[in-house]
């Protein structure tokens, strides 16, 4: 479970850290007189175990396998997780999901959290897909907490829950639904690319810079929001929406960047290339 500070939380750990360059101002006074100054102890980061559950065939011969896996932190805090999967098969992948699994246990019952990640190659135009025998990485992107003083890490669980090729077959439990999560960030990264596009041909380049500059991805997915969650029971829309303005987003920042690189004759050309 992820932790947030609020604004009270942030001023009350700036006093005491104020409070705590006061005493240690005092200690270095005693300690010219007193002797040597006591260094704080950082908190101990240990290893902690890790399982790994590979893609297999029916023959049981692992297709997509974790190759390497580990975990490290302290008791009520996993600092950081990471994986690296190998491409077994004798095809391209073109996106790949896996399932974090994170153990936490007070010597009786146990609870687990869950983390998603996955790495989609046709989203990116310049990406290159995993060609057979190469690896890839995954990363955590920041440190999980437990609530209470009575849970502590036990055992950290990675496995390959959905695989794409490059022939557009696929392969997995698909437990985490990620094919249609993958399905859907394209969509809304696509459709972000065609609204500045529409908008180019209408108004013209400096009328793009100043959408992609000032506008909300939002307003390209007003149609495409309608039509991909009209017929989806209420309780999923918000998620169905959220991976829609996930993928605008991310098509939006890297475009962003090309702008940043290249100008606006850049962007354009991007948005002009496979249409």
């Known amino acids: 479970m992820r932790s947030s500070v ?13 409070v705590f360059g006061v005493l240690a101002l005092g200690l270095a006074g005693i300690g010219l007189y007193g002797g040597r100054n ?5 908190p101990k980061v240990s290893r902690y175990p890790t399982e790994a559950i590979h893609l297999v065939s029916e023959q049981g011969v692992p297709l997509v396998e974790v190759v390497e896996v580990g975990a490290e932190g302290a008791p009520q805090r996993l600092e950081r997780y990471w994986c690296r999967v190998r491409n077994n098969t004798n095809k391209e992948i073109t ?16 609870d687990a959290e ?33 609530e209470g003083g009575k849970k502590f890490l036990t055992r ?41 596009l529409q908008i180019y041909r209408e108004q013209g380049s400096a009328a793009v810079a100043n959408k992609l500059l000032r506008g909300s991805e939002e307003e390209s997915l007003e149609q495409l929001e309608e039509a991909e969650t009209s017929l989806s029971p209420p309780q999923e829309i918000p998620r169905l929406k959220a991976w829609l303005r996930q993928g605008a987003r991310m098509s939006r920042q890297r475009l962003l960047s090309l702008y940043r690189e290249q100008g606006i004759e850049g962007v354009v050309e991007r948005l002009l290339r496979n249409d």
Not at 38 to 42: I, K, L, S, W
Not at 166 to 185: H, K, N, W, Y
Request: no cysteine; aromatic share 10%; glycine share 8%.
């Open 156 to 196: 950290v669980r990675v496995s390959v829950d959905y695989v794409e090729f490059a022939d557009r077959t696929s392969a997995g439990p698909d437990r985490s639904d990620a094919s249609r999560r993958i399905a859907l960030v394209r969509r809304g990264g696509e459709a972000y690319r065609r609204w500045l």
């Open 114 to 146: 869950q983390v998603f990640q996955s790495s989609d190659t046709r989203f990116d135009e310049d990406g290159r897909f995993l060609a057979p025998g190469a690896t890839i990485s995954f990363e955590s992107l920041g440190p999980h907490l437990v």
């Open 95 to 110: 996106a790949v999901a896996i399932v974090w699994t994170i153990v936490w246990s007070d010597g009786v019952s146990e």
């Open 6 to 18: 609020s604004s009270l939380g942030r001023w009350g750990v700036l006093r005491k850290k104020q």
């Open 38 to 42: 006591q260094t704080p102890q950082a």
